[in-house]
């Protein structure tokens, strides 16, 4: 049975079994076959760690990607190179309560708000 990868940017997103999709969504959605599976498989494409690793790493980073239509595991450097991409995390729900606190107890003592 065939294995397929879903792909975002040439990055491995998703696997799924080929009796898990049809042909519709194979052809319409770009699914492409990166293997084999035998009924022993199974588990391993469900949860993602067919090809030996999850298919993220722990920053939500894809492990993999398509070359030359093969999955191949990604550099460091390419997942590091994302990373510093990404945009700064938006402040925790604790860290604006607190900005805004300092901010409101600011105004009461006559002075300037530092948000």
């Known amino acids: ?15 799924a079994l080929e009796s898990e ?12 076959v990166v293997g084999q599976a035998g009924e022993k498989d199974y588990p391993a494409v469900v949860s993602g760690t067919w090809l030996g690793k999850p298919l993220f790493d722990e920053n ?8 030359d ?5 990604r550099t460091n450097e390419e997942k590091q190179a994302e990373l510093a991409e990404r945009p700064a995390p938006f402040p925790s729900l604790q860290e604006q309560v607190d900005a805004l606190s300092g901010a409101v107890l600011a105004l009461m003592m006559g002075g300037k708000p530092n948000v």
Not at 21 to 32: D, N, Q
Not at 69 to 73: F, I, L, N, Q, T
């Open 21 to 32: 999709l049809t042909e519709t969504e194979i052809s319409e959605y770009g699914w492409i």
């Open 60 to 67: 939500g980073i894809a492990n993999y990607k398509l070359s």
């Open 69 to 73: 239509g093969v999955a191949v595991e």
């Open 1 to 15: 049975m065939n294995i397929y990868a879903k792909t975002e940017n040439e990055k491995i997103v998703f696997l």
